[in-house]
């Protein structure tokens, strides 16, 4: 019998705040190891389960990442940077590459959204939470998921359609995926930037009547002088690793695998700007 490997909690929102910055100060660097090393810590285990079942190739991808961390000292300004890593690319079932994939998007989609907001200083942003009813196949309930988003979105480029979607100018949208026992649960987590704050009672009828199961939303305008914390909602892991028994991590990447679950519309996609470290 194949015993499930312990499960512990190496990422949390802070994790992924705390790497928000490819740059940090030198006396962070034994911080930064440590959050790296309870990640490998959990793919490892990971491997050991998943060689149990003969699955050869992930184990020995989960087996590689990490192997080795190459940190630049930049010692004139106190600073240190991550130069070369290696990774295995497998978020959705390596914690370590969570952490770096999640870090990313942050840097990255922040610098749209304040050069978006400092060229246009109507804007606001607000954070967006849309969800399904659970289910027991995650296949199915990914699929209404997106579909619903899809077709609620198009309304935004149709003279004749309403919505509070059409009161965002741009958006950042991402997916996540959790199961505490009672089926999947995936639901989005989006920024959106709009001159106008969104009605949330609004929005929940008409994602009921989109969804046709489910009316549960959350809007809530963002805190700017603490940015970092409302962006980590949008850019942290797909799945609450913490959270899913082997078994479930292991369907949740066959199933969702390849799939785009990071995305945006509007002004904030393929925007280039360059991210900044100050």
Known sequence: MIQDPQKSKPLTVQSLAAEGQEGFQTNQLGKRLERYGKARADALQFRDFLAGLGEDRLASALSDCGNYAVFRDYFTIGQTRLARFCTCKKHLICPLCAIRRGAKGLRVYMARVEALMASQP?????????TVKNGSDLEERFTHLAKSLRTYHRRRSRARQTGEVRKASAAVWSYEFTNKGNGWHPHVHAVWLCQEAPDPFQLSREWSDLTGDSFIVDVRP???ADP???????????????????????????????????????????????????
Do not use: I, Q
């Open 222 to 224: 963002m805190d700017m």
């Open 228 to 278: 970092v914390a409302a962006f980590c909602e949008v850019f942290k892991y797909a799945l609450k690793f913490s959270d899913l028994t082997p078994h479930l991590r292991l369907t949740a990447y066959r199933t969702l695998r390849g799939k785009r679950l990071l995305d945006a519309f509007g002004d904030l996609r393929g925007l280039d700007v360059e991210p900044s470290d100050s």
């Open 122 to 130: 109507g804007l606001r942003p607000y954070l967006v939470t849309l």
